[in-house]
């Protein structure tokens, strides 16, 4: 199984307070082209805001494209970055736990965290933000079902197929 982030989840985290300054650059600008006429100010504040909207936007879709979230029989991987690249596997054999956390604004805009431990680690061996809510249910609890495999019900599972 292998998911992506939400262009969304990933927008509203790291672009929400630049949202709000481009709402509150094309009130301005609105404001000063209906009451103060001054055009070329007024249009420059409403371009910046689309600009930093736009950047936010584009940058949300390539993250989106370029990060992924992905479990096999034998390993959990997370593959991430732009200009700059992050591969994480986690065998499965060495995850202890994993969670799935939403915050009130991830519920919102049904996105979800997947943090996944291993073994002899302090810090969380992955963690894996944006995801959608059922990509990322469904893979905590793939993740979950092959932390309690035990040699006999391996051997059950191979038979029922």
Known sequence: MKIKPSVLGFYVRHYLYATLFSLILVVAGIY?????????????????????????????????GSTYLEIDDKQLIFDTGILSHYRT?????????????????????????????????????????????????????LVNHRLHITPDTQEKEKQKR
């Open 89 to 141: 596997i986690a065998p499965l054999a060495k995850i202890t736990d994993s969670a799935m956390k939403r915050t009130f604004f991830e519920r919102m805009i049904g996105v979800a965290d997947l943090t996944v431990n291993t073994s002899g680690d302090s810090e969380p061996e992955i963690t894996a933000n944006d995801f959608e809510y059922a990509e990322v249910s469904k893979m905590h609890e």
């Open 32 to 64: 000063m082209f209906t009451l103060i006429r001054e055009i070329t100010i007024s249009v420059a504040m409403i371009g910046l805001a689309i600009l930093i909207v736009a950047i936010g936007i584009i940058h949300s879709k390539v993250h989106a």
